[in-house]
């Protein structure tokens, strides 16, 4: 090729004559693009491929070429599609002449080749299409960094689409850059486009989708409510308030899905929060309360949504949605933690009838991502729920299949797992601001169903599309748009509620296999909530049970910390495990706050003078209720120095104190430790003993005579007895006294001599 050639075509572009594209690049010829060729500027042999090496802002990665628009999305015969986008210079050197050319359809027999066409970077010159001369766009010159936008409108007609199916629709930027002056092509963007001439369609079984709308957030509630009648909920912040104001993310989800075939999927306790927030409310600013201004747009919000859902299918989760995986491996051991399921799902229904008017259905398990593993579905049906929704790359199709089967897997037990389409369920998850992908999400949600409609199925198939929990703003307007799309010109779909997919016939052939707990992604099981974390639900739990028993308006406590307890155990808590802590450590510590609220006022240390005496124990009660039910003991540490009386029945009238007197018997002098109590009516503790110091004295002098006297009256009476004793001894001697005197008056009548004389007896004895 002559040198003066290449500058004729060069100085044409200069001067806005378009010429068109080089065969040399299209074909692949070298091309010689100076009398001296050096190494920076020597031209690459053929124009196949991007090298397997190439970077980002290099050969055919040069420039990012971006699709941001492509109307019709589904074009008809005689149509002229338009192409909109930018082009932006992702080297680090100009980019000089360049030109926009559309690219020829290349068909895509299937789901794998779609996947493929649009993973694909750099250029590939078998794979992306010939060019469609005469619709190009010159863009001149692009500096690092900058961009150009370019609109393309090209008939149908030259697109070369044949058959019905799906079709690569590619745009690629030719040019050159100021370091490497030849013509190459600089950068490629594909899109994909579903082709349906008249005539075509698709023949063969219905197949039917199903699209979860899910309306779900992050706790805002805490624990904490007013002493006033109303009991006025306390926000941790104003976050709640941003997402359901006007354009937030909650009030875009509900004004969209207004508008759209889907199936509502709500946490109850979203919708309760947005009702406490209708009505009197506080919020933390820092750490002071103050009161929220902001009722008229909670009112007008659910409003809103009770308008959308009316006469549309509503799933409830359970009350605070659950982390079910965390609970499965890690919760299911600790005693109560199944309990809280079960009350979370009974709760649910009942709140979202309250709140919308509208019946719900809570027999609908959804585990995080749709991952499954025989203990979570163990765990999401112990509630009830007989339906758990998993996702195919959880529980995959089957690799013997040619098509993509139903949704509807039987996995044993009268338990169903709703399998959602991975590739679909995951299209909106990336950064959905960018008009470039939201466009590529919509083309591929219509090529996608539209090639799973046209495989060769053995019966009908209702698929589901379960996207992310918690969409942003921009997904949810990018999934709107994509669902707008399909409902409008994708004839070969039909929509259904989720109830619908649920009732519909299993594909026998299809795996109903529940994968094994070591198929559980590692990278959701880092963010689970630790067993930890249920241990310290279950301590809440006791300390409000205890507490429970002795409130005569239990609700007023039972119901915003039973609420609390299981918004600890939310999935929303994933990833934000410092968060989840600081959250559970606040409700144990704000219940235990409230139950010291009924305690015992601390004594000091009394004297007891005397051996009867009288202890006051008062008990203080600042809640606003009454408490009952419990009994107060006194116990000394000297049973035998101190006795106190049995122990007494509390009643103590909210905001007021009572003071219980204990009688005392004192039996000996000295220091006496004791020990007030109080014990709920099952026998256990409540709050802290308190401890107070007696010192028992007894020296009175009334007390002392009195015991002096009683003393000399024992002395006194034991000295008389024993002076009568004395006495009594004397007189039964004398009559032996007067006896041995005759005797010696006999002896002194016989001179004395009392040889041969008999005794006493024996001579008084008559025989003798």
């Known amino acids: 090729m002559a040198v003066s050639g290449i500058r004729g075509r060069v100085a044409s572009r200069r001067h806005g004559r378009r010429v068109g594209p080089l065969l040399a690049v299209i074909m692949g010829f070298p091309l010689l693009t100076g009398l001296v060729p050096t190494q920076a500027t020597a031209a690459p042999q053929g124009g196949a491929a991007a090298a397997p090496g190439e970077d980002a802002g290099t050969g055919s990665r040069s420039a990012a070429v971006s699709i941001t628009e492509i109307d019709p999305t589904v074009p008809g015969e005689g149509d002229t599609v338009v192409l909109r986008g930018t082009v932006t210079n992702n080297g680090s050197s100009p980019i000089v002449d360049g030109s926009v050319d559309a690219r020829r359809g290349v068909p895509l027999p299937g789901r794998t080749s779609i996947d493929e066409s649009l993973a694909r970077t750099g250029w590939d010159q078998a794979a992306d299409g010939e060019i469609v001369r005469g619709h190009g766009q010159d863009i001149g010159s692009i500096a690092p960094g900058m961009s150009r936008t370019f ?6 007609s030259e697109l070369a689409l044949g058959a019905d199916g799906v079709y690569q629709l590619a745009v690629g930027l030719t040019g050159q850059r100021e370091d490497a002056r030849w013509d190459q092509v600089l950068g490629m963007g594909r899109t994909v486009l579903p082709w349906q001439p008249a005539g075509g369609g698709v023949d063969g079984p219905a197949t039917r989708l199903t699209v979860l709308w899910p309306l779900i957030s992050t706790t805002h509630l805490t624990a904490q409510t007013g002493a006033d009648e109303e009991q006025t909920p306390a926000f941790q912040d104003d976050t709640l308030l941003t997402e359901i104001s006007p354009g937030g993310r909650l009030d875009q989800l509900v004004t969209l899905g207004a508008d759209l075939p889907v199936t509502w999927v709500v946490d109850p306790d979203l919708l309760a929060s947005v009702d406490a927030m209708a009505e009197e409310y506080q919020v933390y600013e820092g750490d002071e309360l ?70 719900a259905t809570t027999d609908f398990a959804w585990p995080v991502e749709g991952a499954i593993d025989p203990s979570i579905v163990s765990v999401a049906t112990s509630a009830g729920a007989h339906h758990v929704i998993a996702r195919s790359d959880s529980l995959r199709p089957g690799d013997s299949l040619s098509y993509t089967p139903g949704a509807v897997r039987p996995i044993g037990g009268g338990t169903t797992a709703l399998v959602a389409d991975a590739r679909l369920s995951t299209l909106f998850e990336g950064d959905m601001s960018r008009t470039k992908d939201a466009s590529l999400a919509q ?67 299809a795996n109903q296999r529940v994968p094994d707990a070591d198929a559980y992604p590692q990278d959701l099981r880092e963010q689970e909530l630790p067993t930890s974390a249920f241990q310290s639900m279950r301590e809440t739990q006791r300390t409000l049970e205890d507490f429970q028993v002795i ?116 039996r000996a002098n000295g220091i006496t430790f004791l020990e007030a109590q109080l014990y709920t009516a099952d026998g256990k503790p409540f709050g802290e003993p308190m ?71 024996e001579r008084l004895d008559p025989d003798e």
């Open 691 to 761: 401890h107070f110091r007696a010192d028992v004295t007894s020296i009175t002098s009334a007390v002392m005579m009195v015991i002096a006297g009683g003393l000399l009256l024992v002395v006194l009476a034991g000295i008389r007895m024993y002076t009568q004793r004395k006495r009594a001894a004397r007189q039964g001697a004398e009559p032996a006294e007067k006896a041995d005197a005759l005797v010696g008056e006999s002896a002194s009548d016989t001179g004395g001599d009392t040889r041969g004389a008999p005794s006493g007896s």
């Open 151 to 156: 609109s393309l409108e090209v008939p149908v």
């Open 443 to 509: 083309q591929q949600l219509l090529a996608q169903t539209y090639a799973i409609a046209r495989q060769s199925a053995p019966a009908e198939r209702d698929l589901l599309l379960a996207p992310q929990r918690m969409p942003t703003a921009d997904q949810a307007r990018a999934m709107a748009q994509a669902v707008t799309a399909l409902r409008d010109e994708g004839g070969w779909i039909d929509f259904a509620q989720l109830s619908e997919t649920a009732a519909a016939q299993p594909d026998p052939a």
């Open 290 to 359: 103050v009161n929220g201004q902001d009722q008229d747009v909670a009112r007008a919000w659910l409003a809103k949504l009770q308008e959308a859902v009316r006469g549309n299918e509503v799933v409830a989760l359970p009350f605070g949605d659950p982390d079910l995986a965390s609970l499965a491996h890690h919760g299911k051991d600790v005693p109560g933690a199944l309990g809280q399921l079960a009350t979370a799902t009974e709760t649910a229904g009942m709140t979202v009838e309250t709140v919308l008017n509208e019946p």
């Open 551 to 666: 409130l005569t308006q239990d609700d007023r406590v039972v119901t915003p910390f039973g609420n609390a307890i299981r918004r600890e155990m939310s999935t929303s808590w994933r990833g934000h495990s410092a968060d989840a802590a600081e959250y559970r450590t606040a409700v144990q510590d704000g219940l235990v706050a409230l139950t010291e609220r009924v305690h015992l006022i601390q004594k000091s240390e009394i004297t007891l003078s005397g051996r009867s005496a009288t202890i006051p124990v008062t008990v203080q009660n600042n809640l606003v209720q009454d408490v009952e039910g419990l009994t107060l003991h006194l116990k000394s540490s000297r049973t035998l120095g101190l006795e106190v009386s049995d122990p007494q029945e509390i009643v103590v009238s909210g905001g007021h104190s009572q003071s219980v007197k204990f009688s005392a018997d004192a």
